[in-house]
């Protein structure tokens, strides 16, 4: 199934429109064409950018003040991508930790002892015995 070219681009050019709108209110508007050329063109590829390494004067930003606008801009993105990382991950351990109590419920329920994992029942169950106590 081929993708539509239009709506790659109105992605793009959506993610272009959320970066230039957070570089607008930080007063770094005017670096737009720079964070184009080089591809940061998307809040993840901004959340990569390492300010450490020289990016600043690579975006043509020079003031330090606009360097610390954009250090704080980027900081903030990691950090609600990480929350969002780790609600994700504490909804999936949620949801593990509920599929192992219902199994431990059903396998409890059949007899079966909660490590069991094969369906001989007299073997990893209770031991039923037929003979009436002497």
Known sequence: ?????????????????????????????YALP????????TPQA???V??????ADQLLIHDDEDKKRLWELIHRIRAVRLRAALRSAGARAARARARERELARTQAFRGHSADCVCAHLPRCGPSISLRSPA
């Open 50 to 55: 390492d300010l450490a390494q020289g990016a």
């Open 34 to 41: 720079q964070f184009q050329a080089l591809g940061i063109t």
């Open 1 to 29: 199934m081929a993708s539509n070219p239009s709506a790659q681009s109105s992605s793009s050019s959506s993610s272009t429109s959320i970066i230039f709108g957070w570089l607008e209110r930080i007063g770094l508007g």
């Open 46 to 48: 901004l959340a990569n």
